[in-house]
C-alpha cells in the first residue's frame, strides 16, 4: 500500500505473521500451479470462502483501509479494498510472495509492504489517528452512523465518556439505548447466546403462530463464533399467517421485560402490487431491531466469572418477517457476507441480466420473475455452482 501517513505506533501484525506461518502456513512456500490463479473468479459468488483464513495478515489490514474508506465515503476505493480482501481471503494458501499474486483477480492493491516488512505503515499509522480512532468508537454504538460520528468528532469528542457527560448533546432513543448498553454489545455474542436468544424468540413465536418458523441467518448461519448482533428470519408456511406475530410476539416480550429496547419497521410492500424491478438497498420486509435482556441462567456453560454486577447481558437482535415466497430470496440476503451479496448482485446484473434483491429475481431478458423455494433454486436460476452459507464469508 502506499504510505502518505508517516510512522505510527507499532501493531501486532508481524507477531500474527509470525503465529500464522508456524502453526497454520507449513505450506505456504509450494509454488502455486497457474491454473489454480487462473480458476479463480472476479465475482465472490463463484468462489468458495470458508472462515478458514490463510491470508489474515492482509486482509486484518484491507480490511482496515476499506474501513477508513466507508468512514470518508470513499465508495470507489472501498470497492478496491473489499474485492482485494475477499479474493485473499478465498485462497486455500497462504501469499508469501509478490509473484503469488500474479494472475490474481482483483488485486489493485497488493500487500508489497507487508510481504516485505511484516507490516504495513498506512495502517499503523491509520490506527492512531485520531478521526479514525473516534469515528470506528463512535459507529460501534448502536444507532450512531457516520454522520453522528463525524458531528460528534468535530464538536472535539474522542471517548463515550465524554459524549455521555455532553450537557449539550441530543440522542434519539436508539442511542440513548446504544450507549447505555454499549459495554455489553461492544463485547460480541458467541454461538451458545445466539443459541439461548433463538430459544427465547422461537417460544414467544410459537405462542402466537404454533408452526411459523425461525431461522438464524447472518454471521452465525456461515459458522461465525462471535457476532455483533444476532438475525433471525420469520416465517410461516402458510402464506400471509406471518402477519400480526411480530406485534404480538414483541409485546408479550417487552411485558416479561425482556426487552431494553425495540423499533418495528413496518413493511414497505405494497399488497397487489407486482414486486419492483429496481434493486433496493433496504429491503421491504417488516422487521424489528432489538436489544434483548439475556438471562446468564439461559446460556448453556457459560464461564462463572469472578466478579459479575449483574446477571444479565445486552444482545442485539435483528428479527425480520418474510411471507413464504420470498423466503429463500430473504434467505440468501440475510446470510450474508455483505461482500458476498455484493457479488452475488453485481454478478446477476452484468453476467445474467437479472436483479436480484433479498424479495426476488428479475430476468430482464425473458421480463419475468423467477419464483425459488431453496437457495439452491436461486443459485440455479443464475447458473452457478451451490455455495453453502459456511463458504460465503467473503
Ligand atoms: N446485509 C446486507 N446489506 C445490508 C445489511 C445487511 O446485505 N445493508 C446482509 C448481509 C449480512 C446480513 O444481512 C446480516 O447483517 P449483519 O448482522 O450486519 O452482518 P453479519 O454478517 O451477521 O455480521 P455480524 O456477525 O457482525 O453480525
Ligand atoms: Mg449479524
Not at 431461522?215 to 402464506?239: A, N, Y
Amino acid at each position: 500500500f502506499t504510505d502518505s501517513m508517516g510512522a505510527g505506533k507499532p501493531v501486532d501484525i508481524q507477531e500474527r505473521h509470525r503465529l500464522q506461518t508456524q502453526t497454520t502456513c507449513p505450506e505456504q512456500s509450494d509454488p502455486v500451479p497457474v491454473s489454480k490463479v487462473a480458476a479463480i473468479s472476479q465475482y465472490a459468488c463463484q468462489r468458495r470462502t470458508t472462515l478458514n483464513n490463510k491470508n489474515k495478515i492482509f486482509t486484518d489490514a484491507l480490511e482496515i483501509l476499506a474501513e477508513n474508506c466507508e468512514f470518508n465515503e470513499n465508495e470507489r476505493s472501498y470497492v478496491v479494498f473489499a474485492r482485494a480482501t475477499s479474493v485473499l481471503k478465498s485462497l486455500p494458501y497462504a501469499i508469501s510472495s509478490m509473484t503469488m499474486l500474479e494472475g490474481l483477480p482483483n488485486m489493485e492493491v497488493q500487500p508489497r509492504e507487508i510481504l516485505e516488512d511484516g507490516k504495513s505503515s498506512t495502517v499503523e499509522s491509520l490506527l492512531c489517528d485520531e478521526r479514525y480512532k473516534a469515528t470506528k468508537l463512535f459507529t460501534s454504538i448502536f444507532g450512531v452512523g457516520l454522520k453522528t460520528a463525524d458531528r460528534w468528532y468535530r464538536l472535539g469528542f474522542r471517548t463515550l465518556e465524554e459524549v455521555q457527560a455532553a450537557k449539550d448533546l441530543k440522542f434519539t432513543k436508539m442511542q440513548k439505548a446504544g450507549l447505555m448498553y454499549c459495554e455489553d454489545i461492544s463485547s460480541f455474542v458467541n454461538k451458545a447466546e445466539a443459541h439461548a436468544v433463538g430459544q427465547i424468540i422461537e417460544k414467544f413465536v410459537h405462542k402466537c403462530v404454533p408452526n411459523a418458523t425461525v431461522t438464524l441467518t447472518g454471521g452465525f448461519r456461515r459458522g461465525k463464533e462471535i457476532g455483533h448482533d444476532v438475525d433471525f428470519l420469520i416465517t410461516c408456511p402458510e402464506e400471509g399467517k406471518e402477519e400480526g406475530i411480530l406485534h404480538k410476539a414483541v409485546s408479550r416480550m417487552n411485558n416479561q421485560g425482556l426487552l431494553l429496547y425495540y423499533d418495528i419497521i413496518e413493511s414497505t410492500m405494497e399488497k397487489n402490487k407486482i414486486p419492483s424491478k429496481q434493486y433496493d438497498v433496504m429491503d421491504k420486509f417488516q422487521k424489528c431491531f432489538m436489544i434483548l435482556k439475556l438471562n446468564n441462567t439461559l446460556v448453556q456453560n457459560k464461564p462463572e466469572r469472578q466478579i459479575e454486577s449483574k446477571d444479565w447481558k445486552a444482545i442485539r437482535v435483528d428479527l425480520v418477517i418474510v411471507p413464504i415466497q420470498q423466503y429463500a430470496y430473504a434467505l440468501l440476503g440475510w446470510s450474508g457476507s455483505r461482500h458476498f451479496e455484493r457479488d452475488l448482485r453485481r454478478f446477476s446484473y452484468h453476467e445474467k441480466r437479472m436483479n436480484l434483491d433479498n424479495h426476488v429475481l428479475y430476468d430482464k431478458t425473458k421480463k419475468v420473475f423467477l419464483t425459488a423455494k431453496t437457495e439452491e433454486e436461486i443459485f440455479a436460476h443464475l447458473g452457478l455452482e451451490y455455495i453453502e452459507p459456511w463458504e460465503r464469508n467473503a
